[in-house]
Each structure stands twice: as C-alpha cells, then as structure tokens.
Nanobody
C-alpha cells in the first residue's frame, strides 16, 4: 500500500486545517494512524482509526480538537484539525497497519505500522 498525505500548509493559531491521506489500494483491512514530527523531536502519535472506522484513538494533546475519519470506498483517511496551536507544528504522516484485532491497543506505537506516507508539513503561526 502506498500512502500520500496532503493538505498541510501555513495557518494561524486557532484556525482549522484538514489533512488527507490517499492510498494506492484498498485500506479496509488496515488500521490507519496519523503521526507528526516537530523539528528536533521524535515522531509522535496523533490519532488512529480502526479498519472499519468503528474505533478512534487520540493523543491527549489533540483530543477534542482533532478528528480522524476514513472513507474506505475512496481509499482515504482524513484528519480534521481545529483550534490549532503553534505546538501542533510539524510534518504529519499517515501510516497503515493490518487491523488484526489487537491493532487498537498498539495504534500509538510507530513499529505497529507497515506503510508510511511521505508527510505533509503543517505550520501554525502564533
């Protein structure tokens, strides 16, 4: 599965932004995660959604502000971000892992994922 994230850009603090992740094939069997990496920092978990979209999971830092969703018919996953803060700045990556049932309990860990997109840069100005 090849993944391509897009939708990043420059936005003022408090504003919204929507990221998209397009897959080259069917992703219905895959749990999908969003991660981000700020300059000089390690990649960190942001949000995840199970293969059928039935469960979602968020990092505490984005809970209530970000929403992850998916459209398996379009082979796409989305990250709707609102009330953005300067600390949300970073390169955002989407990733895919086979949803084996235990995916939800491993969704926040980078080694869980088999496929990664190239990343899209988000810059939030204060």
């Amino acid at each position: 599965v090849q993944l391509q994230a897009c939708g990043g850009g420059l936005v003022q603090a408090g504003g919204p932004l929507r990221l998209s992740c397009a897959a080259s094939g069917s992703i219905s069997a895959y749990g999908m995660g969003w991660f981000r990496q700020a300059p000089g920092k390690e990649r960190e978990f942001v949000a995840a959604i199970t293969g059928n979209g039935g469960r979602t999971y968020y990092a505490d830092s984005v809970k209530g502000r970000f929403t992850v969703s998916r459209d398996n018919a379009k082979n796409a996953v989305y990250l709707q971000m609102k009330s953005l803060k300067p600390e949300d700045t970073g390169v955002y990556y989407c990733a895919a892992a086979l949803d084996s049932g235990s995916y939800y309990y491993r969704a926040m860990f980078t080694p869980t994922y088999d496929y990664w997109g190239q990343g899209t840069k988000v810059t939030v100005s204060s």
